[in-house]
């Protein structure tokens, strides 16, 4: 794979195009295109393994893409919406992570793989990352713009501007969603 590089927004969506027409290269070739912004989301990601990053950013990096390729119902339609598409499932394998240390903590007795053997997420660890998990459900139940929102900015990384434009709300909009949607989490949390 080559190194990364610094994507066009246009060749971006331009190759995500090629991709939902049935060019199964095209995502190859998008995903060398954006591997460094991937790894961006994934230090984000492993950064918020609360406590232990247990998760090593190539392994999340790959997991995710591998999540993304097997995915025939989603086709992101540009930049910012690959992004949020990519930082779900980057949610969702550090969640499955947790899940799995959680059921060994509990004496499961199947054994799972998991994304980097060497380090070992401690009981605290695993289970702060499913309290996250609960309460962004819970949020998405009650309002599924506000678990989008909190998805795309908190997760993706994604802007004010870019999170609007994926929501089709204003700005404005976007920044009080944001503030209800912290006041939520937090109180669920508590």
């Given at each position: 794979?080559?190194?990364?590089?610094?994507?066009?927004?246009?060749?971006?969506?331009?190759?995500?195009?090629?991709?939902?027409?049935?060019?199964?290269?095209?995502?190859?070739?998008?995903?060398?295109?954006?591997?460094?912004?991937?790894?961006?989301?994934?230090?984000?990601?492993?950064?918020?393994?609360?406590?232990?990053?247990?998760?090593?950013?190539?392994?999340?990096?790959?997991?995710?893409?591998?999540?993304?390729?097997?995915?025939?119902?989603?086709?992101?339609?540009?930049?910012?919406?690959?992004?949020?598409?990519?930082?779900?499932?980057?949610?969702?394998?550090v969640v499955d992570h947790a899940r799995r240390k959680?059921?060994?903590?509990?004496?499961?007795?199947?054994?799972?793989?998991?994304?980097?053997?060497?380090?070992?997420?401690?009981?605290?660890?695993?289970?702060?990352?499913?309290?996250?998990?609960?309460?962004?459900?819970?949020?998405?139940?009650?309002?599924?713009?506000?678990?989008?929102?909190?998805?795309?900015?908190?997760?993706?990384?994604?802007?004010?501007?870019?999170?609007?434009?994926?929501?089709?709300?204003?700005?404005?909009?976007?920044?009080?969603?944001?503030?209800?949607?912290?006041?939520?989490?937090?109180?669920?949390?508590?």
């Amino acid at each position: 794979m080559s190194g990364p590089r610094d994507p066009n927004p246009g060749e971006i969506t331009e190759l995500l195009n090629s991709w939902r027409s049935g060019d199964q290269t095209a995502f190859d070739r998008l995903f060398a295109i954006v591997y460094g912004e991937l790894r961006r989301l994934a230090r984000r990601q492993s950064r918020r393994d609360w406590k232990n990053r247990t998760l090593d950013t190539t392994a999340l990096v790959h997991e995710a893409y591998l999540k993304l390729v097997g995915r025939n119902r989603v086709t992101p339609t540009d930049r910012s919406h690959f992004f949020a598409t990519a930082a779900r499932a980057m949610r969702q394998i550090v969640v499955d992570h947790a899940r799995r240390k959680a059921a060994a903590r509990r004496g499961g007795d199947v054994e799972h793989a998991t994304l980097d053997e060497a380090g070992a997420p401690s009981t605290q660890s695993a289970d702060e990352v499913l309290a996250v998990h609960g309460a962004l459900e819970q949020l998405e139940r009650l309002d599924e713009r506000l678990g989008r929102l909190v998805e795309m900015r908190y997760f993706a990384g994604l802007s004010e501007e870019e999170t609007a434009r994926l929501l089709d709300v204003s700005e404005s909009t976007v920044k009080r969603d944001w503030r209800k949607a912290r006041g939520f989490l937090y109180r669920a949390l508590r």
